[in-house]
């Protein structure tokens, strides 16, 4: 199998698993269960997703997520976006504490 595609939130990949069962395309979702065990900040090979499919099942769904993986540059301010998603990880870090492991208190 090989990966499609790795969606940045999970109603994105809800979207994404129900279009390919109502096309009856075999799919995998690598990480889709540890994803949910651990939220917060996407760390790659961590708790990301991602889209796994057959390779004779390659072209028809690189063309219907082809919206998902190339969005148009109309409908994509990347500059908000990307200013989003750096405040989001800077307020994880600083409230929820998800950047530093380990005990933070003393006993």
Excluded: C
């Amino acid at each position: 199998m090989l990966p499609v595609y790795s969606p940045i939130s999970e109603s994105e990949a809800a979207v994404i698993s129900a279009m390919l069962d109502a096309y009856e395309i075999p799919f995998f979702i690598r990480g889709g269960s540890f994803s949910k065990l651990y939220p917060g900040m996407h760390v790659k090979d961590y708790n990301t997703q991602t889209f796994m499919v057959h390779i004779e099942y390659l072209d028809i769904t690189k063309e219907l997520l082809s919206e998902f993986i190339a969005p148009d540059k109309l409908e994509l301010n990347s500059t908000k976006r990307s200013t989003q998603r750096s405040l989001r990880v800077l307020l994880e870090a600083v409230f929820f504490g998800w950047i530093v492991t380990g005990r933070r208190w003393k006993p």
